[in-house]
């Protein structure tokens, strides 16, 4: 299926993936009533999941006393949240993403040969990862909507409405509307993808530029390698601050979404429903690794690509050249994505912590609920 990817075809393929979030931003060339039309569709997937979120509130307090039924709520109603989240950052943001999306479709459109060849080199070691793991995500989301069939429970969360739901149409129209608003989250999680997307885009302009220093031979072409470098590196900058909110919810949410999730696995539930929150588990693991990797990659691109200069022929040039090129070495601050007091620096090492804490977190819950029932 990805054998045949392009870069074109990995923008494509992003866009559609997230589509019912409404953070892939219209084109400025967008007519009025193109405008109009993306955000009455954005207002409406708002209404959609916001909703759900208080009956899933309303559900949190009915299960008070239920932990495992209240752990099911919770995450279910984290994940709404998280729509509610990420579709207003986005939208404050529209504007950041637009500027970021058209500025990749033109260098992806005119792209020189060498840098095509970075670019498709990406795509063939990234597509098949992103692009599994974005269907997987909507599998996941499908297996819980239609899993319910097989269950007691007539809807695909436990959500609890102040009013009489077990009659036709009212079953029929929530059951629709929990299912559509399922399918925005999974839409929600894979915007993992569009940020993978841009991080990666970034990585492979930096790569592009150590190629280029190499084949420095004068002054002129270093200095015009040095402003280069300053342009992708605020490019670079201006993709952490888009996406800087979405790591942040994603970390705190796919956190408390693991511990809850395990808390539902190895309760008294049904075995349909532990390969429910089983899926939803081994998602929000991925959903932060899809972030984190290009992140890290983009954090030790950024930070050598000053050395494509010193891997450079620079030696057999003349004397000024030398000591331009031994001026540009001196060590420059890598880009990364970073959230002040609670994500230090995003990259594989914080990942490993962050699975270590999680899993030490839900121990000392799990430790818990076994000692209310030793009492009980």
């Not at 601050?241 to 994603?250: E, Q």
């Amino acid at each position: 299926m990805f054998r045949n990817a392009t870069p074109e075809k990995a923008i494509t393929f992003t866009r559609f993936s997230v589509a019912l979030t409404c953070c892939w931003p219209l084109q400025t060339s967008a007519t009025k009533n193109e405008v109009l039309r993306f955000k009455i569709f954005r207002f409406a997937m708002l209404l959609n999941a916001f909703m759900l979120l208080g009956p899933m509130l309303y559900a949190m307090h009915v299960y008070r006393d239920d932990g495992e039924n209240m752990c099911k709520a919770a995450l279910l109603g984290l994940a709404v949240l998280q729509v509610l989240v990420q579709t207003s950052s986005c939208m404050l943001q529209h504007d950041r993403y637009q500027y970021l999306i058209k500025e990749m479709t033109y260098c992806c459109e005119k792209a020189r040969s060498y840098e095509r060849r970075v670019f498709q080199r990406y795509v063939d070691k990234y597509s098949a990862f992103y692009g599994i793991s974005a269907i997987w995500i909507y599998v996941t989301a499908s297996i819980v909507v239609v899993g319910t069939l097989f269950l007691t429970d007539p809807f695909p969360t436990n959500a609890k409405y102040p009013f009489a739901v077990n009659f036709e149409p009212v079953r029929s129209i929530i059951f629709v509307h929990q299912a559509l608003v399922g399918m925005q989250c999974a839409a929600h999680a894979s915007i993992a993808v569009l940020c993978a997307l841009l991080l990666l885009f970034s990585a492979a302009r930096f790569e592009i530029l150590r190629l280029e220093l190499r084949a420095v031979t004068d002054v002129a072409s270093l200095i015009i390698c040095i402003k280069k470098y300053h342009k992708v590196k605020r490019y670079a900058k201006e993709v952490v601050c888009a996406i800087r909110s979405i790591a942040l919810m994603t970390v705190i949410i796919c956190g408390v979404s693991v511990v809850f999730s395990g808390i539902t696995i190895i309760g008294r539930q049904p075995f349909t429903v532990k390969i429910q929150f089983l899926s939803l588990a081994s998602i929000a693991l991925l959903k932060v690794f899809m972030c984190t990797w290009p992140a890290d990659h983009l954090m030790h691109m950024s930070e050598n690509v000053i050395q494509g200069a010193y891997e450079s022929e620079w030696y057999k040039h003349s004397l000024r050249v030398q000591k331009y090129v031994l001026f540009t070495l001196a060590p420059q601050a890598p880009v990364v994505l970073s959230v002040k007091c609670i994500i230090p620096i995003l990259s594989l090492n914080y990942y490993c912590s962050f699975i270590s804490n999680v899993f030490s977190l839900f121990t000392v819950l799990r430790i818990a609920m076994v000692r209310d029932e030793d009492d009980y």
